[in-house]
T-cell receptor, first 107, second 119 residues
Framework: DIQMTQSPSSLSASVGDSVTITCRASQTVSIYLSWYQQIPGKAPKLLIYAASGLQSGVPSRFSGSGSGTEFTLTITSLQPDDFATYYC?????????FGQGTRLEIK | QVQLQESGPGLVKPSETLSLTCSVSGDSITDFYWSWIRQPPGKGLEWIASIYHSENSHSNPSLRSRVSLSVDTSKSQISLQLTSVTAADTAVYYCARDAGTNIGIFDTWGQGTMISVSS
């Protein structure tokens, strides 16, 4: 199985800040990498697909980049609704696997 | 707009079979892959399996021997059965629509149903 490792596991930021979350794969996943946002008690929400594709309806302050084994999710101008847990996920090689999550908290 | 609604028993006894249903509205069930993903309390996400029509399914090797999926197009429902459950199967179970041509871009999710395994 491809292991997905996110860093940091948690971070604190303020409204208006920009943050970057990193996701590393144990082997190449090409660009078959998605990012999800999960608010406590809610289902995950797709933000980014194919490493950098912005899902319809997702604000442009969310962006993704990377290929191969290293990927980043950047959120600029943080809004109150952005404080949540973020997961990366690969669909390059079965089984589909997720990172352990990065919890973004308000400072 | 597509909507997914999971339903299940809430509580299952150890060694029994868990049966879940996902009802799909607002979209054709035959046009997409449909997947099940679970999340133990306080933990991360685990892909369980995906199915397209009733003839093409894929499952996580860690669960494959215990998982079966089916699609009922007349009811627009996807069903999951998980046999021989243990406490480790306690989780929120989500169904999701797969947007991509590759399995694994989950663009629409149900609200999830909490399943506890306990005697």
């Amino acid at each position: 199985d491809i292991q997905m490792t996110q860093s940091p596991s948690s971070l604190s930021a303020s409204v208006g800040d920009s943050v970057t979350i990193t996701c590393r794969a144990s082997q190449t996943v090409s660009i078959y990498l998605s990012w999800y946002q999960q608010i406590p008690g809610k289902a995950p929400k797709l933000l980014i697909y194919a490493a950098s594709g912005l899902q319809s309806g997702v604000p442009s302050r969310f962006s993704g980049s990377g290929s191969g084994t290293e990927f980043t999710l950047t959120i600029t101008s943080l809004q109150p609704d952005d404080f949540a847990t973020y997961y990366c996920q690969q669909n390059y090689s079965p089984p589909i696997t997720f990172g352990q999550g990065t919890r973004l908290e308000i400072k | 707009q597509v909507q997914l609604q999971e339903s299940g028993p809430g509580l299952v006894k150890p060694s029994e079979t868990l049966s879940l249903t996902c009802s799909v509205s607002g979209d054709s069930i035959t046009d997409f892959y449909w997947s099940w993903i679970r999340q133990p309390p306080g933990k991360g996400l685990e892909w369980i399996a995906s199915i397209y029509h009733s003839e093409n399914s894929h499952s996580n090797p860690s669960l494959r021997s215990r998982v079966s999926l089916s699609v009922d197009t007349s009811k627009s429902q996807i069903s999951l059965q998980l046999t021989s459950v243990t406490a480790a199967d306690t989780a929120v179970y989500y169904c999701a629509r797969d947007a991509g041509t590759n399995i694994g871009i989950f663009d629409t999710w149900g609200q999830g149903t909490m399943i506890s395994v306990s005697s």
